[in-house]
């Protein structure tokens, strides 16, 4: 039998349709993925050793020469030492809150009107005005709600500990699902852990300084939905950045399509 | 009080935890498993005839685009009906369509004279009159291609499928932000869910629309319920409890017109909800004790069917977390995964997480549009809050045994 | 507010908004925002790639007269020679894609690129062809090997132990030999070596082909005697066994495997979730889509001559000399026929 020209042994190029493609992946790629999770869990926890403790101190040192934030306190959790900024919580009105509940009340009737729409934007007001409400209403009632300063600003910070902890498991989890590179996956590990530990330091020094203007009233709003949930966000758009790098790679290479 | 706040919390993380290790196993499935192809390739020179429904209200912007793709068909013409249906349009739609089988005398059009109104109730008088073995029904803003009748009748050839889904695609994607995201989520649902419930032989969902049944067998289960705000849901139901399966074709693909405005989307979002709230109500228990299905069919029914009592439960979840907030004992991990639970369940518009729907639109080939992907978290409270006003209403009707009325979905007409 | 503490919430609302922005700059740019390409005009057809090719190729024949050399469509560095007919000799060796406007033929041990033939084709045994459209009928020896695939307007033989790429169609008859390795072949019929005793039992076996009502029978598992009928359609969960001459009149769904034996018939579609065995002389009127493999002994027969249909195979296709298929037959992990003396 004669030998094949290159031209003959050229691959099969036809493109199948999307309907029936799938993706590729070797094993190497899964050992690699498999690998990843403890080594960007032990990054994280080292970064965190190493580098929490002097973001904090620096930090709380940044606030109390400069913001009337003065006192901090210091924590280790998980053997992870940190310096926690305190706000100066001013003490909680009765009828205070009363009166804040009636503008939220108010905002949300005007919000509302407004929103009749029923976009994203209007909701998510509506949403935090709602929260709002309902923690001076029980402020009211209750005569307190949350948690005094330091222990408020504990919470965070150690929230935002775990949050840095468990970024690389659900990294490798959703990464798992498609065939990234060692570079890529790198990047994604790199850019969440970094960007959530610059976002969870500065998120420690600005809600601080908030409740130290507006006191408890505002605790629930930033810790369950402008907190950590924020996290999330970020987690979403590094991953997002990944798949398109992905995505183009693929679009190159014919051989990620396979014909049925 | 605290005790009982913090297991409800768990029971509505777990309930979160749950649907996201569905998903990523039916993405896992889809991207690497073997997919599990439908009939597309049976070849047939004498198909069966088939009548196509198409149930238009107040559709003068989108019926003469839908019709021409449906008389373009490479269907043999002679085993093919189109039919029309005018559910009571207010518009010229009738006007339009009675110009239209002037020019295209094939066609015929049924008017419903009331006093019901609704896609269910229409469907149901115009099978009155269908001789064909096979139906199938497209919604008015949807543009078939010349082969997807044949597609879509293939399936077919299997006597134990009822009925067939094909894919949805969304045509006017570059309109809008909310257009480009409920094109994203389309794709998670259709590329990824529904291939994957095929591959796993659970329950892919017929749809209502670029899909169709047996005509012996909907005559077998009584019809559409006519009041059903979500007759594609009671009918899966129905289909799956009474031991006959639903095909998805995930190369039968069609376009549709997604909602350009909020407010529409609210809308649809709150009547899909109230309708499928309603079969959930009624057909729950006998899917999760059908005998003819299995274990995993089951579980799958199960939570099929609860898919829109999440975000209630969600919200209700939130609600504990709050009160636990006040109460100042809000565990540290609590906070924590709740936070991860919501937002992966944040892209469940189309009931679809951020994964889910990236690995869709990997699969497609898209590129820079994955860059919108953090823009469905902006989508969370919307799609929560419509979904929950709409189990409001499905409680509602229960309650007080009322029917639902239909909100008709605007439409644009801007065919690409 | 001190300076630092406003430069703070700045910054704070600037990484907020940080993960926004790369979607918001898509936004605006639109990059990617075309709805997903649905090609409307898209049909299935087993004969897709050998009319599309015929399509492309007709208006550059049509275009040129006597013999010519121009460079083919948009690729790079190949070139179609464009001739009146061809002959060669043995051992020829094509640099250019060939384009006739009568016959082809060439001898043993050829290589060709693509060649398309407005009349008949003739390739010797050891050939290697890239893409091949012939417009009347085509023969082509032992030892063949398709790269891409064969598309015949006219009826088809191929000799023994040929490989034959991605697809084999023809519009008539398909003739392939034992010892044939492929994944998609379309013909009407297509015949191992020699189907003529399979056709013949299908003609005398008339009586059998009126369908049934369409009524569903469910069972767990059934082995059907011999010489029984059944008028309904069967949905089985588990194993269908149809003893020598019995009949189900309608579709047959399985859970588990299906077997036909000798003189057994299905007149409509088999679907199983396993492997799908005709014995000899066995006769499926219908499709067969298995999730495994489809065997198909001496003298089995499936579709119609009027009606051709499909054999899908998700796994391997093995089919033994004198089977007869009309229709296309697709076999996602290759199939093979056997050797003249060897069951299926």
């Known amino acids: 039998m004669p030998k094949a020209g290159a031209a003959q042994a050229a691959r099969v190029t036809i493109r199948p349709h999307r309907s029936y493609r799938t993706l590729r992946v070797s094993r190497v790629s899964w050992l690699g993925s498999a690998v990843t999770l403890p080594i960007g869990v032990l990054l994280a926890y080292a970064a965190l050793l190493v580098l929490w403790p002097r973001a904090t101190a620096w930090m709380s040192a940044l606030l109390a020469q400069s913001t009337p934030i003065t006192r901090n306190v210091p924590d280790n959790f998980l053997f992870i030492a940190s310096t926690v900024p305190i706000p100066n919580l001013p003490p909680l009105s009765v009828f205070g809150a009363l009166d804040v509940a009636g503008l939220c009340a108010a905002a949300i009737l005007l919000a509302g009107f407004y929103a009749k729409k029923n976009a994203p934007l209007p909701l998510w007001i509506i949403g935090n005005l709602i929260v709002l409400l309902i923690t001076a209403l029980w402020a009211f009632f209750e005569g307190r709600a949350g948690y005094d300063g330091p222990t408020y600003m504990l919470l965070l910070e150690r929230t935002s500990v775990i949050m840095i902890l468990c970024s690389p498991i659900f990294a490798v989890v959703v990464a798992a699902l498609l065939p990234f590179t060692l570079l890529e996956r790198v990047t994604l590990f790199t850019l969440l852990i970094a960007l959530d530990f610059f976002m969870s330091v500065l998120r420690l020094a600005v809600f601080a300084l908030i409740l130290t203007h507006t006191g408890v009233i505002l605790e629930t709003n930033l810790y369950l939905f402008l907190g950590p949930l924020i996290d999330v966000v970020y987690f979403i758009a590094v991953y997002s950045l990944v798949v398109v790098s992905l995505s183009r790679r693929l679009a190159r290479t014919e051989d990620a399509w396979e014909w049925l | ?416 | 507010m001190t300076p630092v503490e406003i430069g703070l919430y700045l910054l704070y609302a600037l990484v907020v908004a940080l993960p926004l922005l790369p979607g918001l700059l898509e936004l605006r740019a639109g990059d990617d925002d075309d709805p997903l390409k649905i090609d409307a005009s898209y049909a299935r057809d087993p004969r897709f790639l050998g009319k599309s090719m015929r399509a492309k190729v007709e208006p550059i024949v049509d275009a040129t007269h006597g013999e010519a050399r121009v460079q083919f469509l948009n690729r790079k560095n190949e070139f179609a020679l464009i001739t009146d007919a061809y002959r060669s000799p043995d051992r020829v060796r094509f640099d250019d894609i060939v384009l006739s406007r009568g016959d082809f033929h060439v001898g043993d041990r050829s290589v060709m690129l693509d060649v398309y033939a407005r009349g008949d084709v003739a390739v010797g045994a050891y050939a290697q062809v890239r893409t091949l459209a012939a417009g009347r009928n085509a023969r082509f020896g032992s030892r063949l090997s398709v790269v891409r695939w064969i598309d015949v307007e006219g009826d088809c033989t191929i000799g023994d132990a040929a490989d034959l790429g991605q697809s084999v169609a023809a519009s008539k008859r398909l003739v392939i030999g034992a010892g044939v390795r492929f994944s998609r072949l379309f013909g009407r019929p297509i015949s191992v070596i020699d189907g003529r005793r399979a056709e013949l039992h299908a003609l005398s076996a008339g009586p059998l082909l009126a369908r049934a009502s369409g009524a569903r029978r469910l069972v767990k598992t059934l082995t059907l005697d011999p010489g029984a009928r059944i008028e309904d359609d069967v949905v089985a969960a588990g194993d269908v066994e149809l003893l020598p001459g019995a009949v189900i009149a309608g579709s047959l769904k399985a859970g588990g495997t299906v077997t036909l034996r000798a003189n057994a018939c299905v007149v409509g579609n088999i679907v199983a979730r396993e492997t799908v065995t005709l014995e000899a002389d066995a006769m499926v009127l219908g499709h067969i889509f298995g999730d495994l493999d489809v065997v198909l002994h001496a003298g089995a027969l499936v579709g119609d001559r009027h009606a051709p249909k499909t054999i899908h195979a998700s796994r391997a296709v093995r089919i033994a000399p004198e089977a007869c298929i009309f229709g296309w037959l697709i076999a996602e992990r290759g199939g093979q026929t056997t050797a003249k003396d060897s069951p299926a």
């Open chain 2, 1 to 416: 009080m605290v005790v009982a706040l913090n297991a409800w919390l768990t029971v509505v993380i777990a309930l979160m935890s749950i649907y996201t290790i569905r998903h990523w196993v039916f993405t896992f499935s889809r991207v690497y498993g073997k997919q599990r192809m439908s009939f597309s390739d049976a070849y047939e020179e004498h198909p069966p005839s088939v009548t196509v429904l198409v149930p238009m209200h107040n559709e003068e912007k989108v019926a003469e685009a839908c019709l021409d793709a449906l008389l373009a068909s490479e269907y043999p013409k002679d085993q093919l009906e189109i039919v029309a249906i005018d559910d009571q349009s207010a518009d010229a739609t009738n006007d339009i369509l009675h110009a239209y089988i002037e020019r295209h005398p094939q066609v015929k059009i049924l008017t419903m004279a009331g006093p019901e109104r609704g896609k269910a109730n229409a469907l149901n008088v115009a099978l009155e009159s269908v001789q064909s073995d096979f139906v199938l029904v497209f919604d008015a803003d949807y543009t078939p291609g010349r082969g997807l009748i044949r597609t879509l009748i293939n399936a077919f050839v299997d006597p134990e499928v009822g009925a067939v889904m094909g894919r949805v695609v969304p045509r006017n994607t570059s309109r809008s932000l909310l257009t480009r995201l409920l094109s994203m989520e389309r794709a998670g649902g259709y590329q990824v869910d529904q291939q994957a419930r095929y591959n796993f032989n659970l329950l892919p969902q017929y749809g209502g629309t670029v899909g169709g049944f047996r005509r012996r067998m909907l005559a077998e289960l009584g019809g559409f319920d006519p009041h059903a705000l979500a007759e594609d849901t009671e009918l899966t139901a129905k289909i799956f409890q009474h031991g006959w399966k639903i095909v998805y074709d995930n190369r039968a693909e069609c376009y549709e017109e997604v909602p350009e405005a909020w407010e529409s989307r609210f809308k649809q979002l709150r009547r899909w909800s109230r309708g499928h709230n309603r079969v959930l109500w009624s057909h729950l228990f006998g899917l999760v004790t059908a005998p003819v299905l299995t274990i995993p069919q089951r579980i799958d029914a199960a939570l099929l069917m609860l898919c829109y009592a999440v975000p209630p439960i969600l919200l209700s979840g939130w609600l504990a977390a709050i009160a636990l907030f006040l109460l100042g004992r809000l565990p540290y991990v609590g906070g924590v995964t709740l936070a991860f639970a919501v937002v992966l369940y944040n892209a469940f518009g189309n009931f679809a997480p951020v994964y889910q729907v990236a690995t869709a639109e990997v699969l497609d080939g898209s590129t820079t549009r994955l860059l919108l992907l953090p823009y469905l978290f902006y989508m969370f409270p919307f799609n929560t809050w419509a979904i929950t006003t709409g189990f409001i209403d499905a409680v509602g009707d229960i309650v007080k045994s009322r029917r639902g009325r239909w909100d008709k979905t605007a439409r644009v007409g801007n065919a690409p």
